[in-house]
């Protein structure tokens, strides 16, 4: 729903199918930074390459802890797509991922 109301916006579409998730992970939440990059890795494959080559990209998370998620999706679009740029966007960020102490 997020992706959708920034794409209303800025008058392009969301496009559901060029990347999917191929493998189920273990959630995130309770995981240590350390191992949340290792459960999300080649969780993400390029369906469509042809569709997001030389285009710019922007990835939408509804809350960025780490960024291992968005990063391995990113990764797999770079891998896969030549000439892709990649923009992210987040609802929320962990304030300690962001160097801000409580």
Known sequence: YIAEGIAAQLGVEVDRRSVSRVRNTASQALKPRRERAGNVEDA???RRPERLAGRHVLLVDDVMTTGS???SCASAILR??????ISIAA??????????KE
């Open 44 to 46: 993400f494959a390029v």
């Open 80 to 85: 896969d797509a030549p000439g892709c740029r």
């Open 69 to 71: 998620t968005l990063l």
């Open 91 to 100: 609802l929320a960020v962990s304030q300690r991922e962001l160097g801000v």
